[in-house]
């Protein structure tokens, strides 16, 4: 056995041992309870200016509110329909409940939840391992990341693009038989340009024969073309115009006080916040202004524009590094509240667990 495979071990078997003694003492370890509450609507009809369910779908019905829902939906415009809603509540709502009727089922134990909860922690810690070496924990969490983001992105694309899109436009009547019956009719543009959409598509794929590749380059070159001709126009107006405009600032401002009066203090900082940048920018300029030796004053503007550009990253990479620590005291915060239950910040748990 290698030395590697024993650190895992050790470490393996110390954090078991842990987990047990916490799960017996105190409190126990995370669990999520929910709450039993049934919502009754009236299905919306012709005579209150809305459109009536058609007979066998599934409609939706006003007033549903997060949580889960146990029962089939299935109603014509004005019947009255029943579901009920589990909706999270915070262990010691659960505690009270228990006190006040121990055979109480209005609030039960949500496996479901817990086993995602518990998921979460797993997945947490097989990332968190990755800081000692590889090993297979992380991998498996890597594997399940991609290959569920690439399962989500799939479906999202085939039921929002693929089928209300394209199918809907190429076959409608299919799609509205099947799947969509309030799709819209396509009209002649629609159905030319969702063709030509899917013989590109076709021409893309056929890099998988086995030969002909060439094929797919055309399609290639159309989406980097398009997209290139789209990006432009908006970085030119976004990125170019906007901050030139931005940069065009009166070095001299007067600022109204309450009265009416100029406020002096107010002034002068606005007019030096605006020298100051409007000084950056041109010294950051001098800097990247390769065609004239930077010597004397153009070499102290650059000199200048060196301070501004470091100042600039400086700020940029401590804020990047402030929202990555604040994202890993989110994970730490859910590691040690929610699943440990060891802190309890927003007093959602009582002694009594």
């Keep these: 056995m290698s030395r590697q495979r024993k650190t895992w071990l050790v470490i393996g078997a110390i954090f078991l041992a842990l987990l047990v003694v916490r799960g017996m003492t105190g409190q126990g370890l995370g669990r999520i309870y929910v709450q039993r509450s049934e919502v009754t609507a009236t299905m919306p009809g012709a005579g209150d200016g809305t459109k009536a369910a058609a007979p066998g779908t599934n409609p939706t019905v006003p007033g549903q509110g997060a949580g889960s829902k146990d029962a089939k939906v299935v109603a014509a415009a004005g019947e009255t329909v029943v579901w009920a809603e589990w909706k999270e509540v915070p262990p010691r709502a659960f505690a009270a409940a228990q006190q006040a009727n121990p055979s109480q089922s209005a609030i039960t134990l949500s496996w479901p939840r817990t086993i995602g909860l518990w998921l979460a922690a797993f997945f947490t810690l097989a990332v968190f391992s990755f800081l000692y070496a590889d090993n297979p924990f992380y991998k498996v969490a890597e594997a399940t990341v991609v290959g569920v983001s690439a399962a989500y992105w799939g479906v999202i694309g085939f039921w929002d693009t693929l ?34 959409a899917l013989i590109l598509g076709v021409m893309m794929l056929w890099r998988l024969m086995p030969k002909g590749g060439w094929i797919s380059a055309w399609p290639l070159a159309f989406i980097v073309g398009v997209t290139a001709g789209l990006k432009i126009v908006s970085h030119i107006e976004s990125d170019l115009m906007a901050q030139a405009q931005a940069t065009m600032k009166p070095l001299i401002v007067t600022v109204a006080g309450s009265g009416g009066a100029t406020d002096l203090w ?46 600039t990253f400086g700020a940029a990479f401590g804020y990047t590094v402030m929202g990555r620590i604040a994202l890993l005291a989110a994970r730490v915060e859910f590691l040690f509240d929610d699943w440990l239950w060891l802190i309890d910040p927003n007093h959602f748990r009582s002694s009594g667990l």
């Design 266 to 311: 107010a002034s002068l900082w606005a007019s030096v916040a605006n020298i100051i940048l409007v000084t950056g920018v041109i010294c950051c300029l001098v800097y990247f202004f390769f065609s004239v030796e930077h010597k004397g004053a153009i070499g102290g503007a650059a000199r200048v524009g060196i301070w501004f550009l470091m100042i």
């Design 163 to 196: 089928v209300p899109k394209m199918f809907g436009a190429l076959t409608p009547g299919l799609v509205k038989s099947m799947v969509q019956p309030s799709l819209v009719d396509p009209v002649m543009s629609q159905k030319i340009s969702m063709a030509l």
